[in-house]
């Protein structure tokens, strides 16, 4: 991905200042490498090999990531529309990333859509009737 | 809550490391277990009594305030 942005620079700016992505995308990528061996959350993150407690704390930089990054959308779009420039990047940006949201919502969320009805009702996914709860049945 | 994991653990003279290892999770979990900062999921608790051949409940206390 680094390799393709820099291509992606080489292409709009020229290879110097393609060269200069490239070294810093390998600097990056070093970091993050030695980082993944060291014994720490970090590195058990970056390092691929999370267990429960470090998949939580993934999940928490991950959200604290994006609402940075979406701040920084939404401030960019504000001064963009003040300049008067295209802030279309930046409705794609909050379009999917509410899009996303969504979707997340439903995916991770449980769904149960029946209507819960009274005592002695029949569930839509049950065939006998739903009776009170009772130790004693067992 | 409060918890006897560091208790259980000095009691068997392991190393944060050494019962990370045979519980498989990392240091810095047993670390926060210990400290109560998190609460492990019912499979690791579980795994944590039988470690320590005791019930769940006699290692992690809940603490509860009693008015009277």
């Known amino acids: ?138 | 809550m409060r918890n006897q994991v560091r208790e259980g653990r000095v009691h068997r003279g392991l190393s944060q490391a050494e019962l990370a290892e045979a519980l498989g999770v990392s240091r810095q979990t047993v670390i926060s277990i210990e400290s109560g900062r998190y609460l492990p999921s019912l499979p690791l608790a579980l795994r944590i009594g039988r470690f320590f051949g005791m019930p769940v409940e006699r290692i992690f206390d809940p603490e509860e305030e009693v008015s009277e």
């Open chain 1, 1 to 138: 991905m680094g390799s393709a942005l820099a291509a992606a620079v080489g292409v709009s700016r020229g290879w110097g200042a393609a060269s200069g992505v490239e070294v810093a995308v390998l600097l990056v990528a070093a970091f993050v490498y030695l980082l993944g061996g060291s014994d720490s959350d970090a590195g058990a993150v970056l390092g691929n090999r999370p267990d429960e407690r470090q998949v939580l704390v993934r999940l928490k930089s991950q959200a604290l990531a994006m609402k940075v990054m979406y701040l920084g959308a939404l401030i960019g779009w504000a001064v963009t529309i003040a300049l008067k420039g295209l802030y279309w990047p930046f409705d794609l940006i909050f379009s999917a990333g509410g899009l996303a949201y969504l979707i997340g919502l439903r995916l991770y969320g449980t769904h149960d859509d029946r209507p819960i009805g009274p005592i002695g009702s029949t569930d839509a996914l049950q065939d006998s009737p739903r009776e009170p709860y009772n130790s004693m049945n067992g």
